[in-house]
């Protein structure tokens, strides 16, 4: 029932304290399981007919569909799980190829690319929860973050003459990311003025 009435929103309001008050009574008759999901499901086919909802479809499609996915390929590259010469690994075993005399200097950085990497991982399912909360003050915040760690990310494996290819695609899809969670974040803002603060921080 608290999903159902997440999922109305506060356009239907009046429709979600009609199916509460109704549940009560499905509950006196012990029939409270099938009411609670029948419920559900109307939510669900509902949302799309309704501003409030398809923002909340749109949000779980960007959390779920982009930001985790990505958060795991930024702990995959941290750990090694990437295939090819990407990841931490990837960069070990070019480390002296290019200039002998950078050998030290990259492996002494290995451990800081690779704090940047679970942090940009970690920053990335913050996001996630932060935008399905509409929370934007930690979206806010963790849209920094990580575009500081990539940034960082970016700078040191340049300086570095690190072997990373692999980080233009990623560097890509984080810039993506963020455009698209801020046209969310100016979406809701019309839906909501509170929300209005929030994005103007951008």
Same mark, same amino acid.
């Given at each position: 029932m608290a999903l159902a009435t997440y999922s109305l929103g506060d356009d239907r309001y009046e429709w979600a304290l009609a199916m509460q008050a109704e549940y009560e009574e499905a509950r006196?008759?012990?029939r409270q399981l099938g009411f609670a999901t029948g419920c559900l499901v109307a939510a669900w086919r509902e949302m799309p007919r309704h501003a409030e909802g398809?923002?909340?479809l749109a949000d779980h499609a960007l959390a779920l569909g982009l930001l985790i996915p990505v958060a795991f390929l930024q702990f995959a590259c941290a750990i090694g799980l990437s295939s090819g010469q990407s990841g931490i690994y990837g960069m070990l075993a070019m480390v002296g190829t290019k200039d002998p005399y950078l050998a030290n200097a990259q492996l002494g950085a290995l451990p800081v690319l690779l704090? &940047? $990497? &679970?942090?940009?991982?970690s920053a990335h399912l913050r996001l996630a929860w932060a935008l399905l909360d509409r929370? $934007?003050?930690?979206v806010v915040q963790s849209g920094? &973050?990580?575009a500081a760690a990539a940034l960082t990310l970016v700078m040191l494996v340049g300086v570095l003459h690190l072997e990373?290819?692999?980080l233009g695609p990623v560097v890509g899809v984080m810039v993506v990311e &963020?455009?698209?969670?801020l046209a969310a974040s100016h979406l809701h803002g019309r839906a909501s003025p509170e929300t209005t603060l929030a994005h103007s921080a951008w």
């Open positions: 006196a008759a012990g398809r923002l909340v704090v &940047l $990497w &679970l942090l940009l991982g929370d $934007w003050t930690r920094s &973050l990580i990373a290819a692999f &963020l455009i698209l969670i």
